[in-house]
Nanobody, 127 residues
């Protein structure tokens, strides 16, 4: 059974930083694309970052490009999301997701392309 467990969420002031972590219990971690999605209150789930199985390429949505960085450690089955210059509009539940399918970085991330999901970790940006 595949499990994804997020951690690192919390409350932070605007302009602050947080680092989210996702621990994956899967034997094929190094073959999966890994992504981060978020759902803000009253909004649809949004794909914000994704990383190639080897880490050689990444994707970011326009809303987080230049502020967030996704990375992975295949030796530890971990994926990370470094979030800087946080804004109140970044307030959301953040989800880690994995996909054994090819994810085209030329298009926006689609949640139905990902087979594995964590339970989420809450990020609140407020003064």
């Amino acid at each position: 059974e595949v499990q994804l467990v997020e951690s690192g969420g919390g409350s932070v002031q605007p302009g602050g930083s947080l680092r989210l972590s996702c621990a994956a219990s899967m034997t094929t971690f190094g073959s999966n694309f890994m992504g981060w999605f978020r759902r803000a209150p009253g909004k649809e789930r949004e794909g914000i970052a994704c990383i190639h199985p080897t880490g050689e390429s990444t994707y970011y949505s326009d809303s987080v490009a230049g502020r967030f960085t996704i990375s992975r450690d295949n030796g530890k089955n971990m994926v990370y999301l470094e979030m800087n210059s946080l804004k109140p509009e970044d307030t959301a539940m953040y989800y880690c997701a994995g996909s054994y399918s090819w994810i085209p970085f030329s298009k926006r991330l689609r949640d139905h392309d990902f087979q594995y999901w964590g339970q989420g970790t809450q990020v609140t940006v407020s003064s």
